[in-house]
């Protein structure tokens, strides 16, 4: 049985800055998550309020958080039309709504920062292993390795090689065999 590294306890209230950029991605999952399940009716803001009131998270309009968060939100259509054309052999209405939700999030990281795009990849993995169906985590992992490829293959790390990216081994001089 392996052992998991506990999670790293915050004393409340915690501005959302002094969070670890994973738990900083993971509250700004919830807050699209809350979004979506409002129908973007209820504003960010309020959805933030809430979030602040209940959790013990301060959440500023001026935080990264909050910022990424509300970027999402307003760009989510072209986000979506990013996304398409890496979905092979599906239809975006197929997906559920917490990988849409984290695809959404990782196109925008792509697209808006200068996070290094296996790292985008990995952090993604890991909020579709924690919040998405199971498995859901290697549809996630395919689309945006893809995406990487397409628009990014100098950022491919280096020990991630597809079977044909790989060099071919010399061939033997030895004529005994």
């Known amino acids: 049985m392996s052992e998991q590294t506990p999670e790293k306890q915050y004393p409340m209230p915690v501005s959302c800055n002094d969070l670890t950029l994973r738990d900083q991605r993971a509250l700004i999952f919830h ?25 013990g998270y301060i959440i500023l309009p001026q935080d ?17 039309q990013a996304i398409l054309p890496f979905l092979a052999n599906w239809r975006f209405e197929r997906l559920g709504v917490i990988t849409k939700l984290i695809l959404r999030y990782a196109f925008w990281e ?11 990849i990995n952090e993604a993995v890991e909020l579709t292993k924690c919040f998405a169906e199971i498995n859901a985590f290697r549809f996630v992992n395919g689309v945006l390795d893809e995406w990487v490829t397409k628009n990014r293959p100098e950022a491919r790390r280096p020990d991630v090689m597809e079977a044909t990216d790989a060099p071919e081994a010399p061939e033997s001089d030895d004529t005994s065999k």
């Open 31 to 55: 807050l699209l998550y809350s979004a979506d399940s409002f129908d973007y009716e209820v504003s960010l803001e309020a959805i933030a309020e809430n979030i602040s009131r209940e959790y």
């Open 64 to 80: 990264f958080v909050f910022t990424a968060a509300s970027a999402v939100v307003s760009n989510r259509t072209e986000l979506d």
């Open 110 to 120: 792509f697209l808006h920062t200068e996070t290094p795009p296996f790292v985008i």
